[in-house]
């Protein structure tokens, strides 16, 4: 049973990338998906939430806009697109299942059952 995230690297403010979560042992149909990140020195955060079916997403305040969560089940895969990167999205980003819904606390890391390794994203010109 493993999470395995993809898709990081160095962008240059303003950039885009597009995180990838692929599991392998397990399949996601029946989970919610989240994506959390963690800064040097900061506690790790929630960044967004999709139901198991996608319909339901939900994001922090500080991502809405310029990054979307989508999945596709049939590649057991979940993707975060990262539009207008700023130098403060730099972390490593983390994919996470969750065994119900998304729900109203879907930014608490204790909700999360199976972690991936984490990517990292630096943006910085």
């Known amino acids: 049973v493993q999470l395995q995230a993809s898709g990081g690297g160095l962008v240059q403010p303003g950039g885009s990338l597009r995180l990838s979560c692929a599991a392998s042992?397990?399949?996601?149909?029946?989970?919610?998906l989240g994506w959390f990140r963690q800064a040097p020195g900061k506690e790790r955060e929630g960044v967004s939430c999709?139901?198991?079916?996608?319909?339901?997403?939900y994001y922090a305040d500080s991502v809405k806009g310029r990054f979307t969560i989508s999945r596709d089940n049939a590649k057991n895969t979940m993707y975060l697109q990262m539009n207008s990167l700023k130098p403060e999205d730099t972390a490593v980003y983390y994919c996470?299942?969750?065994?119900?819904?998304?729900?109203?606390?879907?930014?608490?890391?204790?909700?999360?059952?199976?972690w991936g390794q984490g990517t990292q994203v630096t943006v910085s010109s």
């Open positions: 996470a299942t969750k065994s119900n819904v998304c729900g109203s606390n879907w930014y608490l890391k204790a909700g999360y059952d199976v």
């Open positions: 042992g397990f399949t996601l149909d029946h989970y919610a």
């Open positions: 999709i139901s198991t079916g996608g319909s339901a997403k």
